[in-house]
């Protein structure tokens, strides 16, 4: 079975902290997402990344980056994480035409 | 903006057919109509995808009318364990594969 894990479950971070966000896919994926979602605004892209060392911004880049070294890693980075980034964040990965595949989440409290 | 309009929530009777609408009336010649479904707390789950015909997994059908503008989801005989957020997405089968997701429709099945 194909599997998306995630670094952390729940994550208490600081206001102005760095934060790393790590996602592994073990299928080999060419293509890795972040989505982040929030209560009545449903998931939204933030960046994604369709092969190593290469990243297009999403629909909310803003206050984020990302990092992919190696192919089956994908990390999402705050850089200084602010209360308005508290949220659940979403990795997913494919292949390409077939279904992405989603990690359980990372539930972000900024305070 | 998504591609895709779902009502925000639905009922249904356990053990009955849960019939779930999507319109997506702008969708283009390459792109595919995807439903996922997202129980609370957890990554969304792939459930089944189309073009033209209509497909049937063990999961679901997925109805596409002949326009394409629009689409339903079928569970047969729904369970409380389906009681879950269904998106219906519009993606294209090359380029970057990207997901808009919209809010989806809550559906609750009622024992």
């Known amino acids: 079975d194909v599997k998306v894990t995630q670094s952390s479950r729940y994550l208490v971070k600081r206001t102005g902290e760095k934060v790393f966000l790590e996602c592994v896919q073990d299928?080999?994926?060419?293509?890795m997402f972040w989505y982040r979602q929030d209560p009545g605004l449903g998931l939204r892209l933030i960046y994604f990344?369709?092969?190593?060392?290469?990243?297009e911004k999403g629909d909310i880049p803003e206050g984020y980056s990302v990092s992919r070294e190696k192919k089956e890693r994908f990390s999402l980075i705050l850089e200084s994480a602010s209360t308005n980034q508290t949220s659940m964040y979403l990795c997913?990965?494919?292949?390409?035409?077939?279904?992405?595949?989603f990690g359980p989440g990372t539930r972000l409290t900024v305070t | 903006d998504a591609k895709t309009t779902q009502p925000p929530s639905m009922d249904c009777a356990e053990g009955r057919a849960a019939n779930l609408p999507c319109n997506h009336s702008?969708?283009?010649?390459?792109?595919?109509v995807y439903w996922y479904r997202q129980i609370h707390s957890q990554g969304p789950q792939y459930i089944i995808h189309?073009?033209?015909n209509n497909e049937t997994n063990e999961m679901a059908s997925l109805i596409i009318t002949e326009d394409r503008k629009s689409s339903t989801l079928i569970l047969p005989h729904a369970t409380l364990r389906d009681t879950a957020v269904y998106y219906c997405i519009v993606s294209s089968t090359s380029g970057t594969y990207k997901y808009i997701f919209g809010t989806g429709t809550r559906l609750k099945v009622l024992a």
């Open positions: 189309g073009l033209k």
């Open positions: 997913a990965s494919t292949s390409g035409f077939y279904e992405q595949y």
């Open positions: 299928m080999d994926h060419e293509n």
């Open positions: 990344s369709y092969d190593v060392k290469m990243k």
């Open positions: 702008t969708i283009s010649g390459n792109e595919y």
